[in-house]
C-alpha cells in the first residue's frame, strides 16, 4: 500500500494516559488519518511487547518505533526488523551497577522483558498482560547476578527508574551510551546513536515517504529528535520545554485529546491542501 505521508506518534502522555486506554476522541482521529492516506506508527520507550493492545486498537499495521528507536517492530509478526544492540560487555557493566544498588530497571530485548533484581515493572507488565491471549502477552523473563558470568540476553534499551545520584552518575560515566529522559525520573539508555528521531526517517525510507511528507508528535525529552527529524513536529501544550521551542505546532494536552486536535486542525488540512 502506498501512503502519502507519516506521523510518528509517542504515546504516554500524547496519545494515552499510562495505563488508560486510548481516548474515543483519538481513536476516531487515527481513524480519521489513516482514511486521508496516512501511515500511523507508534513511537515509544516501551518495549516492542508492550504496544499489541494498542495497535490493535488503531489498526496499525505497519511497523512500530519502540525502545526508543532502537528497535522497528512488525506487530503483525511480532518480531522485530530492526535492532540496534547494546554491546553485551556494556550491558554486563550496567547490570552490575544495577544489582549492586538495587536499582530499579528494567530491560527491553528482540526476545522479550527482563527485569533486574530490583525491577518494580512487573506489577505494570502484569496489569498490561490481564486479559490478553498468550499469543499477545509480553513475555518476561529475570535478568540475575549469575548472568555476569553465563551471559545475558540481546538487550537493546534499560529502562532505570529513579536512580539516585551515585547510580546516574555511574551509568552516565559509561562509554557508547544514549541516556534520555522519558518522563520524571525514567532515563531510557539505548546504544549511542539511537533515537526516536532516527526511527521515524528510517520508517519513513522503509514505506517510501518523502521526508518532507513526515509529522511527529510527543510531550518529552526523547521526542524531541523526532519533532526536530520530521517535517512538520507538534508539541503536547505541557511538553518539556525543549519541544515546545522546536514544535511547528502546539496543541492540547493529552488529557485535552490534544492528540486529536492536532489531526484535525493542523495535519489534515495541511495534508489536503
Known amino acids: 500500500m502506498e501512503y502519502s505521508f507519516l506521523l510518528g506518534s509517542d504515546m504516554d502522555f500524547t496519545l494515552l494516559m499510562p495505563g488508560q486506554p486510548i481516548s474515543d476522541v483519538n481513536l476516531r482521529a487515527a481513524r480519521a488519518l489513516i482514511a486521508a492516506g496516512g501511515a ?67 530491560s527491553y530485548s528482540p526476545e522479550g522483558i527482563f527485569y533486574t533484581p530490583g525491577s518494580l515493572r512487573r506489577e505494570f507488565i502484569s496489569n498490561y498482560n490481564k486479559n490478553l491471549p ?15 558470568t553465563t551471559g545475558l540476553p540481546p538487550i537493546n534499551k534499560f529502562l532505570l527508574i529513579d536512580p539516585d545520584e551515585e547510580t546516574l552518575s555511574l551509568v552516565k560515566s559509561i562509554d557508547g551510551l544514549e541516556i534520555v529522559t522519558s518522563a520524571a525520573g525514567f532515563y531510557d539508555i539505548m546504544k549511542e546513536g539511537n533515537s526516536k528521531g532516527k526511527g521515524l526517517l528510517m520508517l519513513a525510507d522503509i514505506l517510501g515517504i518523502p521526508k518532507n511528507m513526515t509529522f511527529a508528535i510527543g510531550d518529552s525529552e526523547n521526542d524531541l529528535s523526532m519533532i526536530q527529524s520530521a517535517a512538520y513536529g507538534i508539541a503536547m501544550q505541557n511538553s518539556d520545554p ?30 489536503r491542501h
Request: aromatic share 8%.
Open 242 to 271: 525543549s519541544l515546545l521551542k522546536a514544535a511547528s505546532y502546539i496543541t492540547g494536552t493529552c488529557e485535552e485529546d490534544g492528540f486529536a486536535k492536532a489531526v484535525f486542525d493542523y495535519i489534515l488540512p495541511l495534508v
Open 40 to 106: 500511523l506508527t507508534i513511537s515509544t520507550g516501551r518495549s516492542s511487547f508492550l504496544t499489541g493492545a494498542y495497535t490493535d486498537m488503531l489498526g496499525i499495521d505497519i511497523p512500530i518505533i519502540t525502545s526508543n528507536g532502537a528497535s522497528i517492530f512488525d506487530p503483525s509478526s511480532r518480531k522485530e526488523i530492526y535492532s540496534s544492540l547494546i554491546p553485551e560487555e556494556t550491558c554486563k557493566k550496567l547490570l552490575a551497577i544495577f544489582v549492586e544498588h538495587g536499582s530499579n530497571a528494567t
Open 134 to 148: 498468550d499469543s499477545k502477552k509480553a513475555p518476561v523473563g529475570e535478568l540475575t547476578e549469575q548472568m555476569l
